[in-house]
């Protein structure tokens, strides 16, 4: 009886074992398929939101200048950096942020949060967790792309490279034709009569400035209008938007 009573305990063991390998087996399993090795769906869904949110303040969002690879029929994404894999880049924000500050800076977002949309509490750690779900979702499979930007604004507004900047420009002959399709293509988001973006003005009807105010503008910004780059917008670019800008005046 007792040898019945151990073969049956010891067979008892063995079962309970074997599930005990099946139940991990299958929670490693399961973790695959709901993604818990990976940004969860309602972490994900949630970065998405952030980045389609309308700012009270300004009116922009993340997606009026970024691509996430849906929303390009917007020219004026072509313009900034796309957001895929944003957070996994070696730096990013003309340099601001490098390594691991990368993620945890949201790819650079948070400055954009500030500095453009106004919000008047900085973005935090759930949203930026959100976020960089975002850029991982919209750039799985994909090599993580490094972009390499110049500008006069960051660090630090570079007062004296401006006024040189203004100096060229001015020497250069504007197409008003290349401008026209450049302002549709990018300053017409903003500028432009049907525009969401609050206090802006329209360059087409009420500008009421001269071409060093527009290389200001461009190259070191304002209030929640961006800079552009030398690799993004040229100095011959601004001397051709400043034609068709001033020629409509």
Not at 152 to 174: F, V
Request: charged share 30%; glycine share 6%.
């Amino acid at each position: 009886m007792k040898k019945i009573l151990i073969i049956v305990f010891l067979f008892g063991l063995i079962a309970v074992s074997g599930c005990s390998k099946s139940d991990k087996s299958s929670q490693n399993i399961k973790k695959e398929i709901t993604g818990q090795n990976t940004p969860s769906v309602e972490l994900t869904a949630k970065g998405k939101e952030i980045f389609y949110k309308e700012s009270d303040k300004t009116g922009l969002k993340c997606a009026d200048c970024h691509s996430d690879g849906t929303n390009t029929s917007n020219s004026h994404t072509k313009y900034a950096a796309d957001i895929f894999n944003a957070n996994k880049r070696q730096s990013t924000y003309f340099g601001m942020f490098k390594g691991d500050d990368v993620s945890k800076n949201a790819g650079g977002a948070v400055l954009c949060w500030k500095s453009f949309f106004k919000m008047d509490t900085p973005l935090n750690e759930e949203q930026i967790k959100s976020l960089n779900a975002y850029f991982e979702f919209v750039g799985k499979d994909m090599e993580v792309k490094e972009f390499k930007f110049s500008t006069i604004a960051l660090p630090k507004k570079d007062k004296a490279k401006l006024k040189e900047d203004q100096k060229k420009i001015a020497s250069l002959k504007g197409d008003k034709i290349k401008g026209e399709k450049l302002f549709n293509e990018t300053c017409k988001y903003c500028h432009g009569e049907k525009t969401n973006v609050k206090d802006v003005t329209s360059l087409s009807d009420d500008f009421d400035g001269d071409l060093n105010s527009i290389v200001f503008q461009i190259r070191i910004g304002s209030k929640h209008m961006p800079f552009y780059p030398y690799e993004i917008i040229s100095d011959q670019d601004i001397a051709d938007l400043s034609a068709f800008i001033i020629g409509k005046k």
